[in-house]
């Protein structure tokens, strides 16, 4: 049966996929094992020792090599160490995207210890949550983002170490004083929404990350030669194979500031200037990169791999890439993963002729040392071609959950079809049925999970904050699409009699409790909750999402021109009847992906640059038109990004020339 060729791993499968791609199963090029029972720290240090004068990390005008990066690594090893850090320890790691953060990780791993990623503009609310749960030994953070949280981090037992600060001493001879990490000890937990309103942490450990690598490698074949971006945050898992698919087979990683990551342009400007070759993306961002591309000259790129993640992927959106590039390179490839089972669990190349006749969001097979089982709601397998929940056994399956025994024994269930003994299934809540080609057609959700922007989030911490609200009675939130497809999340809700709650008042309380990605899009006040004949949310009946502006702010009659185009792209955008003058798009249910959009239509339509940056800074209409205003320029300039990025790329240049790097 077809169904029982995907529960014993489909390898061959996996071969047929590999052989498609055009790549050679079992190439040496980066000196990665199959079937190495090795830690990160001791795959890195190979890296290093071979190659200790290459490049390593570059950020704006700054790189290290890896000889650097290792020797910085071994003094916050130290330190950690002289701390009590040791094996399964957990250390936070709470900075902005710099080397120090990446130098953070190593050296927390080198310590024996396992690193927590705090993505720095989550809320304080979010932060202290994460801290609380995890107690961690120590946090790696800088003055400035500390500050804001002096006084709660004094309540908890947890030393604060600023990464500016590093000591003179000898960092050799780490492994004698405090012992290596294992395969099986920690490497990081990554923090996942949680139903209960709490966020919940997922435990990975070293073997699951580097078998994540070897296990993959006759697709993509990462070798020294290649470039890779740090695009994502790091509280999101795509970040770690980012960050030790490249350094682990000795690659280049240009690390990617803030606010490039919200700017496509400036995003694929970077892409060209830095000859980047791997590129891991949500579909969501990739569509942007298109668009910047498909408006303007296109620059000379050197991807060979662009690889999706997070969510699930239209085909269809790629036609415009695809008649640009081809599809031999770049290659585009489609990988279905989870946190749970450590970033990706399955592959599937993309062919052009795909992008027109593939309807169905498909995700492909297995990786060779997993399995996926397709079962019912009482465990039993499902007939090939039947919908089923997807089960993932095998080296990916993490630990579990920190502190959640009662979720552990329902989401990591024992592997009956295994036959090695003390194996798990991880449930993933996830629905697919199988092909008879043997691929995997992803169908969604079967429980009140959702996908926002690669983010998983469960929709049952969002209406715990709305309950919480002053003034709300009765809340739901749902996931909608809007008309791009894009996954959004509404809020619905009854307020007390007499209370106004505009957009204005549920997004400074969302701002401060939860991360973007968590933030309804839409607020809209029922008079009552629709419910049907039993008593449940009639979903069905819940009316179009709208949203309350704060209507003493509302338009005046005579707008500047500059006021008038601004509001009808920002209601074009965010899909209102109307906005005020003074309400901040992030309130009125923005995204930094919907602003980016709204960004590429304003630089449309007055024939001029605006910096990405401005817009995060002056989010209302008002604001903005004002500071727009101010500059009566409408001649083609840089932004500052480009400025900044024009005297990396030159730094860059010189950097490597002295060095005699060519890639």
């Not at 001791?42 to 890296?47: A, G, Y």
């Not at 994502?232 to 500031?257: K, M, N, Q, Y």
């Not at 342009?265 to 200037?273: E, Q």
């Not at 240049?653 to 002295?658: C, D, G, M």
Request: proline fraction near 5%; glycine fraction near 10%; include cysteine.
């Amino acid at each position: 049966m077809v169904n029982d060729q995907l529960i014993e791993g489909r390898v061959p499968e996996a071969e047929r996929f590999a052989n498609r791609s055009g790549v050679a199963a079992g190439s040496k090029k980066d000196g990665l094992r199959a079937g190495s029972r090795e830690s990160i720290v001791s795959l890195f240090e190979t890296v290093a020792a071979d190659t200790p004068d290459k490049v390593a990390i570059v950020c704006g005008n700054i790189s290290l090599t890896y000889d650097s990066l290792n020797e910085r690594a071994n003094h916050i090893a130290r330190r950690l160490g002289n701390l009590g850090v040791r094996r399964d320890s957990f250390v936070a790691i709470y900075l902005d995207r710099s080397p120090e953060m990446v130098i953070a990780m190593l050296g927390i791993l080198k310590a024996g210890g396992a690193y927590l990623p705090i993505d720095s503009m989550y809320p304080a609310a979010r932060v202290l949550e994460m801290l609380e749960d995890a107690k961690p030994l120590a946090i790696l953070t800088s003055d400035s983002l500390v500050m804001g949280l002096s006084e709660q981090i004094a309540k908890l037992s947890v030393q604060i170490m600023a990464m500016g600060e590093l000591p003179g001493e000898s960092a050799t001879g780490l492994a004698d004083v405090w012992g290596a990490a294992g395969g099986d000890d920690l490497a990081y937990m990554i923090y996942t929404s949680g139903s209960t309103g709490k966020p919940k942490g997922v435990m990975v450990t070293h073997r699951n990350v580097v078998r994540l690598l070897t296990q993959t490698k006759q697709w993509f074949d990462f070798n020294s030669d290649d470039v890779w971006t740090m695009f994502h945050s790091i509280a999101f898992d795509f970040s770690v194979w980012e960050i030790w698919g490249c350094l682990l087979t000795g690659g280049r990683l240009v690390i990617v500031p803030f606010a490039v990551s919200r700017s496509p342009k400036d995003f694929y400007d970077l892409l060209s200037a830095e000859k980047v070759t791997v590129l891991n993306q949500t579909p969501s961002a990739f569509s942007m990169l298109v668009q910047v591309e498909r408006d303007a000259a296109p620059l000379p790129l050197h991807l060979r791999l662009v690889i999706f993640g997070g969510e699930a992927l239209q085909y269809r959106k790629l036609t415009p890439w695809f008649e640009r590039h081809g599809d031999e390179r770049p290659r585009l490839v489609n990988m279905y993963g989870i946190t749970e089972t450590t970033v990706h669990v399955t592959y599937r190349a993309i062919k052009a002729s795909e992008a027109e006749s593939v309807q169905e969001s498909l995700i492909g097979v297995a990786i060779p040392d997993l399995q996926i089982h397709l079962l019912d709601g009482a465990g039993r397998p499902v007939a090939a071609g039947e919908v089923g929940e997807i089960h993932v056994g095998g080296g990916g399956v993490s630990r579990g959950y920190h502190n959640r025994p009662q979720l552990n024994e329902e989401r990591f269930i024992p592997d009956t079809f295994s036959r090695s003994p003390g194996g798990r299934l991880y449930r993933t809540g996830d629905l697919a049925r199988l092909r008879p080609d043997g691929e995997l057609v992803y169908l969604g959700r079967n429980d009140s999970q959702v996908k926002i922007n690669g983010f998983r989030i469960e929709l049952g911490e969002v209406e715990a904050a709305m309950a919480g609200v002053p003034g709300v009675q009765q809340s739901c939130v749902i996931a909608r699409a809007d008309g791009d497809g894009m996954a959004r999340l509404a809020a619905y809700f009854v307020a007390t009699p007499g209370i106004e709650l505009t957009a204005s008042v549920f997004g400074r309380y969302f701002a401060e409790k939860m991360p973007a990605q968590m933030r309804p899009s839409s607020y809209t006040r029922l008079k009552e909750l629709p419910l049907t004949v039993n008593g449940k949310l009639d979903i069905a009946a819940l009316p179009a999402p709208s949203i309350e502006t704060g209507r003493e702010n509302g338009l005046a009659a005579s707008l500047s021109e500059t006021e008038s185009e601004l509001a009808r792209v920002f209601t074009d955008t965010l899909s209102l009847r109307g906005i005020g003058l003074d309400d901040n798009f992030f309130d009125c249910g923005g995204t930094s992906l919907l602003l980016i959009g709204a960004h590429l239509r304003l630089q449309a339509h007055f024939e001029r640059q605006i910096p990405v940056t401005l817009m995060f800074e002056c989010p209302t209409v008002r604001s903005l038109a004002k500071r727009l205003s101010a500059d009566k320029s409408t001649a083609p300039t840089f932004n500052a990004i480009q400025q900044q990025a024009r005297k990396t790329r030159d730094a860059f240049a010189r950097v490597r020339a002295a060095k005699g790097v060519t890639s």
